[in-house]
């Protein structure tokens, strides 16, 4: 029997260590994954990749006892030298290794040169090699801003007094009620993949007054796009207690702020690599649907063609105009037409052929809807009656409305979309991990 | 145009505002469901339900401006009155009503008794009534307490320099390679649902050296027993540059203490209210599987029937011999018979009819499966051949070992199965929100 007592300090050194305990001229042992090799002659610069970035490591003949042939791009390595101070390398400071343990070899070439610092491959080269094309640096910096973002949504969520949840990703109805549901057999039962977690996040709202869920979500759109994948990432929350659908886009607007200050802080390495600009979120604008679609037409000699939704290219003006107005790459746009959005949504009391929803635009996109949601049991009964759907279906989920629920609204966002248009990437793939569509379901 | 900077001060207050600005004798404002009344006579004691626990409100006839038919179990309420300190409420103090503004109504009677202190329905009616048994104060509790354990997970391991990633649900292969996988209609393409995010958590050591990913994993198994659902939160992590697979146990004993202190330093109200006693994870005793199979069979006068696994009874009794050596509750099993690990897991060199492998049992049953796994791919590719799998359908996982990966391993964790135990429960239903077996699909 052997006794576990936790995390022991490791022999080996990472790269914020050696900087901020400034371990120049001392003895260290690092590991990392060989990611470039440039012979000079009598030395070789052997550049290790690790997870907080490049270190310059030098092999010299008759110095490092070493055999070169040992050494490939994708060798896995621990060498023990010295670090010295070098302007000129990664992260100022260089390894002058002494000796070298090699820890596991690959069994083949690269296949694309990942050791570039940008890859010139096309997308679809890059997905279909993706477990090795995200070992290139500014590829693998793009999910690490991926991270700062969820990780912000949570943290803020948390202080705000929100608690998580997890929902069922197997549903026996769609969410959204419509077509775009993935089918699923689950044992001779009819079943899908939720479309999005909104009637649970609902039913909790009674229960903790505020909840978010982070989660994937299914939608099985036919359309290929650059803005559509058919698994992502969906980013909800929903409050309870709201005084209007006004509190919902502040507590978004602070949400984001928060982000931004964490990537900034938090992750300036990967914001650097990626010469990312953070948009400002303290003054967000939010216009009308149809005062912003006016506008747009008006500004722009466009004639309204669909008073009801909005065209991708007039969400891309109303973003132009609003940054031209503002200054600011975010606007939210109020007041959408009831017949475009769910039967969950509440209808503005002041004219009802318009709800109490929003979606967020940013920089011409939409990476946000949400909205206030009917409360009350009977007005979500006759909304539903109206649209032709049957309560009867929807009986769990009108069990909260049944039994009280105070006013609440909600959102949802697309954490690829949001990386996307933060990382001014054109095609939603380039922020997904291992995306998803009507032709890719590998790797 | 508006503009949204932010959230604002809300005119509400909360109860930690109360309690930690003492804002006793001041006039307040405050919002909450209706918990329970309690009709005294000349006043009823109106209790409200909020996030932060229950609120013994006071409503005078003559005092109070209302009319008592409005005030139901249910009813969404903001009341302004002020707050005294009064020992015998929770909390330590009321709030005496001067008016009340109802926001929101129920349409019908609680169907059950959600304001008592334990529900004493049964398990499937608890299920069948979900949003509203959620709203039991014990109930509620217990999913607080599994937001601190995936909380805590992630930010232990941030804090060891793990990258969170969101790897597929819709797959092209389970990653286990058995059965017990959920097909789907994918584009007229044969898809999966993630068994595991297994395949890809190691295809990402190479890019970040150390990865976490909490989500929803499916297992299409038929069998219903109280410590299996179909579909539930994994926890899973996968660390690169290991030196043995005990660096995996160590990262686990630590994150597990670093949940344990978490729980009861900001999670302290929902400890108490379920009368937890929160495990010592400080020293985790290991065990070979071989040895601690002989012990429980010698010790508990049993016949070792199947050599190459644990019976559940086993589990049970190995707990409980570890229980009384050492006085911990969880107890890590090592170097499980190869025949029953996956093709990925790595031999033991020393005898390989065993693995480099381990798993967590926790008051007798298994809460975590890990160990080390293959990383060179001539081997990898010998061990899927000797099972008779063909390596040209996992050509996307052999490209990571093909171009060169760590020594690695890492574990995955059932979030239910460990808020189950955690808080006693019998049936692992209890621990989860929304549970989903072969004969419930809702709510």
Redesign the interface.
């Known amino acids: 029997?052997?006794?576990?007592?936790?995390?022991?300090p490791s022999g080996?050194v990472?790269i914020s260590q050696i900087l901020e305990q400034e371990l120049y001229g001392c003895p260290i042992k690092m590991?990392g994954?060989?990611h470039t090799i440039r012979d000079m002659g009598e030395f070789s610069f052997v550049v290790l990749r690790?997870?907080?970035g490049l270190v310059q490591t030098v092999f010299t003949k008759g110095e490092t006892e070493f055999d070169r042939k040992d050494l490939?791009?994708?060798?896995?390595v621990?060498i023990e030298g010295t670090a010295q101070r070098e302007d000129r390398a990664p992260n100022g400071f260089e390894v002058r290794a002494a000796s070298v343990r090699i820890?596991?070899?690959?069994?083949?070439q690269?296949?694309i040169a990942v050791g570039k610092w940008k890859l010139k491959e096309t997308l679809e080269t890059k997905l279909d090699?993706?477990?090795?094309s995200?070992?290139n640096i500014r590829e693998?910096a793009i999910?690490?801003i991926?991270?700062g973002i969820?990780?912000g949504f949570?943290d803020f969520l948390?202080q705000?007094?929100f608690?998580?949840?997890?929902?069922?990703?197997?549903?026996?109805a769609g969410a959204e009620g419509g077509s775009n549901v993935?089918?699923?057999?689950?044992?001779k039962?009819k079943?899908f993949?939720a479309q999005s977690p909104q009637t649970?996040k609902q039913?909790?709202i009674?229960?903790?007054?505020?909840v978010f869920e982070t989660?994937?979500v299914?939608r099985?759109e036919?359309h290929s796009t650059k803005r559509h994948i058919?698994?992502y990432?969906s980013m909800d929350f929903e409050m309870?207690?709201i005084d209007s659908f006004?509190d919902i886009?502040?507590?978004e607007?602070?949400m984001l702020?928060y982000v931004m200050k964490l990537l900034s802080e938090c992750y300036a390495r990967e914001i650097k690599i990626l010469g990312v600009t953070l948009p400002d979120a303290?003054?967000?604008?939010?216009?009308r649907f149809d005062v912003a679609k006016q506008e747009v037409a008006e500004h722009y000699h466009r004639t309204i063609r669909n008073p009801y939704d909005l065209e991708p290219e007039e969400e891309e003006l109303i973003s132009k105009l609003y940054k031209e107005?503002?200054g600011s790459e975010f606007v939210?746009v109020t007041h959408y037409p009831s017949k475009k959005r769910p039967f969950y949504a509440m209808d503005d009391p002041e004219d009802k052929t318009f709800t109490l929803s929003f979606d967020l635009l940013f920089k011409g996109i939409e990476i946000t809807t949400g909205g206030q949601r009917i409360?009350?049991?009977?007005e979500q009964i006759e909304k539903m009656k109206e649209r032709g759907m049957d309560p009867a279906e929807f009986e769990?989920?009108l069990?909260?409305?049944?039994?009280?629920?105070?006013?609440h609204g909600g959102l949802g966002i697309g954490?690829e979309r949001l990386t996307m248009k933060l990382l001014d990437k054109d095609n939603i793939r380039e922020a997904t991990?291992?995306p998803?569509d009507?032709n890719r379901?590998?790797?």
Chains 1, 2 share one sequence.
């Open positions: 029997m052997k006794m576990i007592t936790g995390v022991q080996t990472e590991n994954t060989v690790k997870r907080e490939h791009e994708g060798t896995a621990e820890l596991s070899q690959p069994a083949a690269m296949p090699l993706r477990p090795v995200l070992r693998r999910f690490r991926q991270e969820i990780r949570r948390f705000q007094g608690t998580e949840i997890h929902t069922p990703k197997i549903v026996a993935f089918k699923l057999e689950y044992f039962k079943a993949l649970y039913m909790m009674p229960v903790y007054d505020r989660g994937p299914f099985a036919k058919n698994e990432m309870g207690f006004e886009m502040a507590m607007a602070g702020q303290g003054n967000i604008p939010a216009v107005k503002t939210f409360h009350d049991y009977h769990s989920y069990m909260a409305h049944k039994h009280g629920m105070p006013p954490l991990m291992f998803r009507i379901l590998e790797p």
